[in-house]
């Protein structure tokens, strides 16, 4: 039985059991497994869920906050409605996406952010980790002042370079900072889930002014696996064949 085999069948698995289920994707077991161990999302919560299309997180979201809830979920691609789910479409790295988040919050704070979002795959694993990389500290820069002190969040992220920066970032503004695997996405070798909790008061998070996208790119430019555009061309870019410039 060969490993790619063994992995198909899981997948399939999973992803017989979301039809059964009503879940519009197999991915809805990975949050579940998420809740389960971590008891994440309450009923009354207010949930912003991040790369939600089809929309299986946002249907176990809207499960588990119940009508008392809000669960907001916003994609590039345009979901199918989902009762009790206030749907957007927009790029979240985009500031006039952000500023429509904001609006629809209306001043409240947010309980739980859960993001399971992914690059579109080019093929070439550095090239889909770093980009994946960069999402996720896109998405923390931006939702992270969003989150109520004590509130959680959820990534899934490609697992390598600059997830120790991640982590590092994340321990500076969370009390509990976990890398989890659900048994549902234990087939792909590539993607882990970090989960955050317990978000710090702001007088508690001693962070600079520095943001999570540039303390993550600062630790690659001085582990030299990226390269920094202020110092002069090298001959050789490397083994990835492309630069991630640092954001301003
Ligand atoms: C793995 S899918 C999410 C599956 C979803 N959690 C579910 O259970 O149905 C990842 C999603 O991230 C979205 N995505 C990628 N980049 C994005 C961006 N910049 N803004 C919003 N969504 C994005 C993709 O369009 C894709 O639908």
Redesign the pocket.
Known sequence: MSKRWYNEHRRDHWRRKAKSSGY??R??YKLLQCQEKFNLIREGDIVLD????????SQVSVELTGETGRVIG????PCEPIPGVELMV????EESTQERIIEMLEGEKIHSIVS????KLSGQYEMDQAISVD?VCMVMDFAIPLLNNGGSFVTKVFQGRGIEAIVRAARIRFSKVQRYSPIASRNSSSEVYLVCRNKLPANKIDAGETTIRVAVENELVDLGYIIDPDDEEPEDSGPIGFSVHRAK
Do not use: F, Y
């Not at 927009?90 to 790295?93: A, C, E, N, P, R």
């Open positions: 519009r994707s991915s809805a991040v790369g939600c299309h089809p929309g299986g997180w916003i994609d590039i691609r927009g790029d979240i790295t399971d979002i992914s690059p999402l």
